[in-house]
């Protein structure tokens, strides 16, 4: 089941266990992966092909929407991000760890990179 078109969505306090997500990513029917992210800087708006939804485990950051306005995140929140849906995400000073499903069996990076950015 393919994720609804449109912008991406932050839904905090989502989870509080590690089977919870599967059980979300299963229902999805995505392929699970885990990201730990180290230190990073901003990135600039962009957009994937692929659907993913990402799981934050671990940590704290934050993302920024469409308009480039800053959405808070830490351990418990879940991203949706349909292909296509114009986000970045945000300077990571300490490490994250997120549970990521995408739409499609292929290694997490290869599926999202390269970034796509607006015209």
């Not at 609804?4 to 989502?14: A, E, L, N």
């Not at 962009?46 to 990402?54: F, L, P, R």
């Not at 290694?107 to 950015?117: G, R, T, Y």
Request: net charge negative; charged share 25%.
């Amino acid at each position: 089941m393919p994720l609804k078109p449109g912008p991406m969505k932050v839904v905090h306090g989502f989870h509080s266990s590690k089977e919870e997500v599967l059980d979300d990513i299963k229902k999805l029917d995505l392929w699970p992966t885990v990201y730990v992210s180290e230190r990073m800087e901003e990135l600039p708006l962009h957009w994937h092909e692929v659907d993913n939804c990402g799981y934050v485990m671990e940590g704290t950051s934050y993302v920024l929407d469409s308009n480039g306005s800053r959405i808070e995140l830490s351990a418990g929140d879940k991203l949706e991000i349909p292909a296509g849906a114009l986000h970045a995400e945000g300077r990571v000073d300490q490490k994250i760890v997120y549970i990521v499903g995408i739409s499609r069996p292929e290694n997490l990076l290869d599926a999202l990179l390269p970034l796509n950015f607006p015209e």
